[in-house]
């Protein structure tokens, strides 16, 4: 089954009752029993709901793994990742980090004796003088958030197998319609749904997908055990979103190539972030790993200050200044002071994201008014 089919079908049966072509809400929290253990496969909607299941059978398919799992967010899919580790486990994770995933890393579980480690993964040889016995979990972004750096998932991977060592993919910036992290190698799969998956910015919520059905049983356990679950209603439109993700995708990977192409003559800007460019480091890699290069595009200003990049994110109109990414509409954002404002300046320096860098997320909008926008921003 092709992917355009696969996010339309996979895993969605019509409801058998009524016949249904959608979905439905099952806006329950408990199942009636024959007799105790004899059930129709659900007893509680914490461990399963069927309308979660279906949402977690299609990303499974979508990303070619065996066991889809559904949370309440993004951050409580990578939580439960976390959880399969013990102390004194150390993560190995890229500089570049999205903002929440370094504070869950380095404010929460290192008070429980699980360290992390933040290195640049450009190189993929480089990482070795930082791999440890103690290292358990390597945690890759790409491209990451929000200088759109490209890792070598496959060179990744293969470093960490010969060490015994799991490997995690946050795909949220391409989606499973750009790029496949477990048939390259990885273990599992992260996605912060909120963003492309649903890409209607009316839920939040994530998903992970297992390689194998063995580590799928140990994340549905930590699932369950600590509860961490979207409802019913956050699940069904998820799985209404996830029916035109390679519709919505191709054409805001079309308008942000067309944005790229315009804003290199911008005399105010420094330098762009995108993988689409063929100066950008790792190109190549992206253009073997990616089907296309994706919708998010970071820029930096000549005038590196906060004032310069304020000067232009608010005066956009089309482009709403807000948190988030992904979503039909276009979104515009200064990543020092929004999403990565819990990284320490002189480390967001250190890994390049300066003061002046803005990332937009570019939506499905006709191209002419987007590009129209940002001129009358930038003027």
């Known amino acids: 089954m092709k992917f ?8 969605v049966h019509p409801d058998p009752s009524t016949g249904a072509i959608m979905t439905p809400i099952f806006q329950t929290s408990t199942y009636i029993q024959a007799s105790p253990g004899d059930h129709k496969g659900f007893e509680y909607s914490r461990t399963q709901n069927p309308t979660r299941k279906v949402l977690e059978d299609n990303i499974a398919a979508l990303e070619n793994g065996e066991r889809g ?13 976390i959880k399969l580790l013990s102390p004194g486990d150390e993560v190995l994770s890229t500089n570049d980090l999205y903002g929440g995933s370094y504070r869950l890393l380095r404010k929460v579980f290192e008070k429980f004796g699980i360290r992390s480690t933040f290195v640049p993964m450009s190189n993929p040889e480089a990482i070795r003088p930082f791999i440890t016995s103690r290292t358990k979990l390597i945690w890759i972004e790409t ?17 960490a197998k010969e060490q015994g060592i799991l490997t995690v993919v946050d795909n949220t910036f391409a989606s499973p319609y750009l790029q496949n992290p477990l048939d390259l190698g990885a273990d599992i799969v992260l996605h912060s749904a909120t963003k492309y998956i649903n890409g209607h910015s009316d839920v939040v919520l994530g998903l992970l997908v297992a390689k194998t059905e063995k580590l799928g049983e140990e994340l549905a356990f930590i699932q369950n055990s600590t509860g961490a679950v979207p409802g019913p209603m956050d699940s069904f439109l998820t799985i209404r979103g996830v029916k035109t993700l390679h519709i919505r995708m191709q054409r805001a990977c079309e308008n942000a190539a067309k944005i790229v192409a315009h804003l290199q ?10 993988p689409g460019l063929s100066t950008h480091p790792n190109h190549e890699i992206a253009a073997q790993q990616m089907r296309d290069f994706g919708a998010m595009i970071s820029f930096d200003l000549k005038d590196d200050t906060f004032e310069a990049a304020n000067a232009i994110i608010e005066n956009t ?15 515009i954002g200064h990543p020092a002071s929004m999403t990565h404002a819990s990284i320490p300046r002189e ?10 860098l803005i990332r937009l997320s570019v939506g499905i909008e006709h191209i002419d008014d987007l590009i129209a926008d940002l001129d009358r921003a930038m003027a």
């Open 4 to 11: 355009e089919t696969k996010t339309i079908h996979a895993g």
């Open 69 to 81: 799992l559904a949370f309440g967010s993004g951050l409580a899919a990578m939580d439960a990742v």
């Open 143 to 159: 491209p990451t958030n929000p200088l759109l750096n490209i890792i070598d998932i496959k060179a990744i991977c293969a470093i």
């Open 265 to 274: 003559s911008n005399p105010k800007i420094n330098k762009i972030y995108w």
């Open 317 to 331: 109109h089309l482009f709403s200044l807000a948190e988030s990414l992904g979503g039909v509409e276009s979104l």
């Open 347 to 356: 480390e967001r320096l250190k890994a390049g994201l300066h003061d002046s």
